[in-house]
């Protein structure tokens, strides 16, 4: 398999995800702003999200994915898949109970999240969560699928179902909003089916594609199914490998919730102006980082597995260069273009001049820690092809302590407002990667290739030189302005970032840099 390709196709159908989940954020910007019930809404279903990436797609998957493909690269197919039904069974059950918890839950769960809400601001939150919260159960086993889909290397449809959560929030959006304020009823509202709607969507896509490679799993209905599952030795290690990894990704998800505390108490507005944001700083994320721990997971656990140190770090080196290349690009984007990006994409209908600023300065923010944000993506799944979860989970403490450090100072101290929490969390992420890939270079894991130095001063140069043209532009159009003319700034939008591509690569391509040297990993 070429490692490249398939990163390619995985990231082309996560832009894919990426640009109508854009097309979802503008359309909510255009209807409700960076109001109140917008707050409400994001809180809501921050909720959801936050459980989904701490279990889901957190310390389940991490310790989930490398045991299924150990397993299958060291005992074959069957006892694969008995180790399927077993875990879907034990998460089947586990989810029934979660999700009504989690309805009983929601006025605590609000807020946890955002105890500065006013009192109609945090009841409309409530009862948007207690509707959203089934969302969970669906996007958990939708994780397994997309683990077991990984593994048979099947990537596209783990990589598409998002799409289909982001089409229903829009026909939702279209739709219901304009019925529900015909019925005086709170439009937003109209949000939170679209979101359950999509869930249940996104789960069904799993169902054929796990029957065609004969992985569709068998749920235990009854007890005694659930009792034989429990004691399933893969279970056992599952959970295991789990208590680490849900500490650690506890920790990120936890700094999550305090910096939706505080954008709670800086204003109406400031938590829907993070989420905007971070929304523009998932395109790099989840386009390369979320791209590269999808396919190098389940390679190295069988690298790992199989003995083939050279493989392992080979691959890791590799992974490691991907993300300098396209990540240190990205990260000069969102810091030199910031204002240019936002206005084009949300500056619109109730997204006002004062909500551009707001969210210009947060998009800043995360632009600095771009890279360390990607890297994680790469050298956390390192740890995990060793069955080692106690590590990032150390690493990721070290990193929440430092955000809550970063966040007191530049709030207390420098007065920066919502731009300081976007901030925080990307040094710290820096950090984060830093000492993970210290880490693995300390235990003998990775092996640095030849050249990185000067593979290094090439890209800055690049950077370099595209990061002036970026500057020039913002600075020299009145992009806020331009915005009475939507074509108009759109095609000025394209031809900016086109332009700043080619000049990125051309310089890559004059300084020696042999693209085609990453297209034919395998």
């Known amino acids: 398999m070429n490692l490249f390709k398939a990163v390619f196709s995985v990231s082309a159908l996560t832009l894919l995800s990426r640009i109508t989940g854009l097309v979802r954020e503008q359309i909510g910007a255009a209807l409700f702003g960076t109001s109140a019930m917008m707050d409400a809404f994001q809180i809501a279903f921050r909720i959801p999200n936050l ?38 069974t034990v998460l089947a059950w586990a989810l029934v109970v979660t999700c009504a918890l989690g309805i009983l ?143 650690g990704v506890s920790v990120a998800q936890l700094s999550l919730m305090i910096n939706s505390q505080i954008a709670s108490y800086l204003g109406v507005g400031a938590v829907s102006s993070l989420v905007y944001a971070d929304r523009l700083m998932e395109l790099p994320t989840a386009l390369l980082g979320v791209a590269l721990g999808v396919v190098l997971t389940p390679q190295l656990s069988a690298a790992k597995a199989q003995g083939d140190q050279a493989a392992y770090s080979g691959l890791l080196d590799w992974g490691l260069r991907l993300v300098l290349l396209l990540a240190l690009p990205c990260a000069v984007a969102l810091l030199l273009f910031a204002e240019p990006m936002v206005a084009v994409l949300f500056h619109r209908g109730a997204f006002d001049a004062r909500a551009v600023h707001t969210t210009t300065l947060a998009v800043m923010g995360y632009g600095a820690g771009v890279i360390g944000l990607v890297g994680v993506k790469v050298a956390a799944p390192a740890y995990f092809a060793q069955q080692d979860m106690a590590t990032p989970m150390r690493v990721a403490i070290v990193a929440l302590v430092l955000t809550q450090l970063m966040n007191a100072a530049f709030i207390l101290g420098a007065g920066m407002g919502v731009a300081a929490l976007a901030l925080s969390i990307g040094l710290a992420a820096n950090a984060n990667a830093v000492l993970l890939i210290a880490g693995l270079k300390r235990r003998g894991s990775y092996t640095p290739g030849a050249g990185w130095a000067g593979f290094a001063l090439r890209v800055l140069l690049g950077c370099a030189v595209m990061g002036g043209w970026m500057w020039l532009l913002a600075q020299r159009i009145d992009w806020l302005a331009l915005g009475r003319h939507e074509a108009l700034r759109a095609g000025a939008m394209a031809a900016a970032l086109g332009s700043s591509a080619l000049i990125y690569f051309g310089v890559l391509r004059l300084a020696g840099v042999n693209l085609r040297n990453f297209m034919r990993k395998s």
């Not at 459980?51 to 397993?71: H, M, N």
């Not at 077991?148 to 783990?158: D, S």
């Not at 939170?192 to 054929?208: D, S």
Request: charged residues 15%; proline residues 7%; hydrophobic residues 55%.
């Open 105 to 247: 839950a929601a006025p605590g769960l609000v807020w946890l999240l955002a105890s500065g809400f006013t009192p109609e601001t945090e009841a409309a939150a409530t009862a948007m969560t207690r509707w959203m919260f089934p969302y969970i159960g669906c996007m958990s086993l939708v994780a397994l699928a997309s683990g077991v889909l990984n593994t048979w290397k099947r990537f596209a449809i783990p990589a598409f179902t998002p799409v289909l959560l982001n089409l229903s929030v829009i026909a939702a959006a279209l739709l219901g909003v304009p019925v529900l304020r015909r019925h005086g009823i709170e439009p937003v509202f109209a949000l939170t089916l679209g979101v359950m709607v999509g869930g249940v969507l996104q789960l069904a896509l799993q169902v054929p594609a796990l029957a065609r490679i004969g992985m569709l799993p068998r749920l235990g209905v009854t007890v005694g199914r659930l009792r034989a599952a429990w004691h399933h030795p893969g279970v056992r290690r599952i959970l295991a490998k789990m208590a680490p990894a849900l500490v």
């Open 51 to 88: 459980l989904r990436r701490l279990f889901a797609e957190g310390a389940f998957s991490q310790a989930f994915v490398p045991l299924l493909a150990a397993t299958r690269a060291t005992e074959g197919d069957a006892a694969t898949r008995d180790l399927v039904d077993a875990v879907a």
